[in-house]
């Protein structure tokens, strides 16, 4: 499930939370790195008080059903040690390929236009100097991220459909005249992405101006007494800062975009299955786990999915250098 | 659906791999064992009966009016009603749920509608060594008398290998609705033949363009023409057996009409359940090949096409040339019976009462009955209804000519044609060319659902 509005609106899922504040407390304390040892050592006992609820939750609800899947995944539907059936049950599938090739799709392009608009609008926003403007425009761009997942994409069913749509105009002028002309099988990614978009920029776009208030002021006033226009300064001086916050939106939307399943079941349901019900592997899993009754297929779709996460993530942590700790 | 979250475990199994592997080691150490009991007189293992107890009933928002029904005929038996969505529009929900419980091994339902009618191919199927859902009905439990008493064919999609597993509520056969007062003024005599009904809808589209002759925007499209066309799509040959040949002359023939008749604008490609559907031919309708259902759910409803009483005749199944005319069905709803239910006796009460009872299916079922007694007395109290502008008697003609070479595979074929010909018709691609996509997608579906595809 995309879960957008875990990672950004404000306080809906403890785990996350956590994670966000740990980069920033990074950052505060590396750029003021004299200030740490000067912590109380009452400070440090208060730690794990703090950290419990995330570490429960995080057993409850993230280890132990994980560890469920990758059992459940190796074994047969009696029990047994079945270390391969199931992995080359659903590669086998007919569907497999097809709802991974949608998944890269619907991820390639969500993500590059997530890292390219969000940066983009987050240093245009933050160049405006005249502040009701800035704080306006960032609400504005927030409030599609506070709606819940789910009704957001209900939202969009009716946007995406030219009789019911405000846009229904701009949808006829473009040829479609009809709900089942919008979702054609080619378009579902770009809808999808655009979905995605929608409902999840606005809190990046927020987090990244944060990130832009954290460059030194001298840095820029640095800059700008030795020529640069705002262009040069987002290029050379804004963007190699924001790298590590980059990664970091990239690495969450990456495991979120893998996940794709509430706008597609959706839409499946509101197309009466024109958009087929496994055109994701999250969806397949549940198809597996639901309708061909085999959870231990279902575990195994999600520890493939798991993998290509894991192996993706880590290739932004190391380009982004999000674990190095010198100063930014 | 937040069972499985890859995404938390992608942040967190790296920290903890090592203590995952261990515990992954301690869980493999244990399994469920499930072992089915000694077989009862009914054809399965029973639970411990208790025939006080009250039953657990599963219906969608419609059949509540059933349940109330039977509660007014039996005060002595305790029921306890869920609503759930009947299992519509490929939700699965009975199947879903039914595997949830399997896994925990208790909290099963007494008795459960579904709207659909390919639920007896997996809930007669024990999962993973347990029990299957289904009750076996033919061995006792139903009466004999009561089970022939249903019309020819209308317990096809409860039978798996000669055995009965569910009562079928109504029947959807397909038959030839049209608009009597159109046809009249435009002159027009109503078709018999496939041949003639595909003429007079390339007539339509010249003399009396706007108008049309039927809709094949529905994920039931397959249903209405194909199978009542003898393509062999869905020959459910066994138990996990199925024949597919989507490019015999039969599917061939029903594909080029379509074709045709798409291209000329006199079959709609929307949905008749569309609110577009509704604004562009509200009193357009000339010709509608459909289910019986579609005489409540289109015609005479105030929300759909809102038809004046008097104008729907209802015409028999087309043929095509000389051949006997066949029907297809769209539907129509089963009830089933748990094997797991403390209380068979009042659960099989309960599944006789609202499929043959006259206080529910005559009185106050909105579909045609599938008990042919109870048929015959909705039929007259239709007709008395004054609504139709002709007898009904082509409704119960079209009951008994459903051909049976079209199965009830634990897929849904209608889930297949939405995803791969839907989006042709839309895109105004042909259907007779496609035939064998078509095909491919039903064999890939058949055998990932574990059929053997000839």
Request: hydrophobic fraction near 45%; aromatic fraction near 10%.
């Amino acid at each position: 499930m995309i879960d957008l509005t875990s990672v950004q609106s404000a306080g809906s899922e403890t785990p996350n939370r956590p994670a966000a504040g740990r980069v920033r407390e990074d950052q505060v304390a590396s750029s003021r790195p004299r200030r740490r040892p000067k912590r109380a050592a009452g400070v440090r006992s208060i730690g794990p008080f703090f950290v419990a609820p995330y570490v429960l939750f995080t057993l409850a609800f993230g280890v132990i059903p994980g560890l469920y899947a990758i059992y459940l995944a190796v074994t047969d539907a009696q029990g047994g040690f079945a270390p391969t059936a199931n992995f080359t049950t659903v590669m086998g599938d007919f569907r497999f390929f097809a709802a991974a090739r949608h998944v890269a799709l619907f991820v390639g392009i969500w993500v590059v236009s997530l890292l390219v608009l969000v940066v983009f609008f987050a240093i245009v926003v933050h160049a405006i100097r005249v502040r009701w403007l800035s704080a306006s425009a960032r609400l504005f761009f927030y409030i599609p991220g506070a709606l819940a997942g789910a009704s957001s994409v209900m939202l969009w069913l009716f946007v995406l459909d030219p009789v019911a749509s405000p846009v229904g105009p701009l949808l006829r002028a473009l040829g479609f005249d009809s709900f089942p002309s919008v979702i054609q099988p080619t378009h579902l990614p770009v809808i999808f992405a655009i979905i995605a978009f929608w409902t999840g920029a606005g809190g990046w776009i927020v987090v990244m101006y944060g990130a832009l208030n954290n460059i030194p002021d001298e840095l820029m006033e640095a800059a700008r007494i030795d020529g640069a226009n705002p262009v040069q300064i987002a290029l050379h001086i804004q963007l190699p800062l924001l790298r590590k916050w980059i990664a970091y939106m990239a690495v969450l939307s990456l495991a979120a975009g893998t996940q794709l399943f509430v706008e597609p079941s959706l839409l499946s349901q509101a197309s009466n299955g024109v958009v087929p019900n496994d055109y994701s592997l999250n969806q397949l899993a549940y198809q597996y786990a639901f309708d061909l009754n085999d959870f231990n297929g279902s575990a195994a779709i999600s520890v493939l999915l798991l993998l290509v996460a894991l192996v993706l993530s880590a290739v932004f942590v190391a380009k982004g250098g999000l674990f190095e700790t010198e100063d930014v | 659906m937040n069972l499985i979250h890859p995404r938390r475990l992608a942040r967190r199994f790296g920290v903890l791999g090592v203590a995952g592997t261990l515990a992954v080691a301690a869980l493999a150490g244990c399994s469920n064992d499930k072992t089915s009991g000694a077989t009862g007189s009914y054809g399965f293992h029973e639970a411990k009966q208790d025939k006080n107890s009250a039953i657990t009933v599963w219906v969608d928002a419609s059949r509540v009016a059933a349940v109330k029904a039977f509660q007014a005929a039996n005060p002595s038996i305790k029921v306890k009603t869920v609503t759930y969505d009947g299992s519509s529009n490929g939700s699965n929900s009975f199947k879903t749920k039914m595997a949830l419980y399997d896994r925990a091994g208790k909290g099963w339902p007494d008795v459960v509608f579904s709207s659909q009618n390919n639920d007896a191919s997996w809930a007669t199927r024990g999962t993973g060594g347990g029990q299957a859902f289904a009750a076996r009905l033919d061995k006792g439990l139903i009466p004999s008398s009561t089970l022939s008493g249903f019309a020819q064919g209308a317990l096809n999609p409860c039978t798996v290998s000669g055995g009965v597993y569910c009562l079928r509520n109504d029947l959807s056969q397909t038959v030839l609705w049209y608009n009597d007062t159109l046809l009249k003024q435009f002159g027009y005599t109503l078709p018999t033949t496939w041949e003639d009904y595909q003429a007079l809808g390339e007539k339509v589209a010249k003399e009396h363009p706007g108008y049309i002759v039927g809709s094949v925007g529905d994920t039931f499209t397959p249903e209405v023409l194909m199978w009542a066309s003898k393509c062999q799509a869905n020959d459910v040959t066994g138990p996990r057996a199925v024949t597919v040949n989507t490019e015999s002359p039969e599917c061939k023939r029903m594909a080029a009409l379509i074709d045709k008749l798409v291209a000329d604008k006199s079959l709609t490609t929307l949905s008749v359940f569309t609110p577009d559907f509704v604004k562009q031919y509200t009193g357009k309708v000339l010709l509608m090949p459909g289910p019986a259902w579609y005489a409540g759910a289109i015609f005479n409803n105030k929300e759909s096409l809102n038809v004046p009483p008097g104008q729907i005749g209802v015409g028999a199944p087309l043929a095509w040339g000389s051949d006997a005319a066949v029907a297809g069905n769209v539907g129509g709803g089963t009830w089933f019976i748990s094997s797991h239910s403390a209380n068979l006796a009042a659960a099989a009460k309960f599944a006789e009462f609202v499929t043959t009872a006259d206080a529910y299916q005559v009185d106050v079922a909105p579909g045609y009955p599938a008990y042919a007694a109870a048929a015959a007395k909705w039929v007259a109290k239709q007709q008395g209804s004054g609504y139709f502008a002709t007898d009904m008697s082509a409704l119960t003609t079209a009951a008994g000519q459903v051909w049976d070479g079209w199965g009830y595979p634990s897929y849904s074929q209608e889930a297949i044609w939405a995803k791969t010909m839907t989006p042709l018709l839309t895109a105004g691609k042909s259907i007779e060319d496609n035939l064998g996509a078509w095909g491919t997608a039903i064999k890939d579906q058949a055998q990932v659902a574990g059929y053997k595809v000839q």
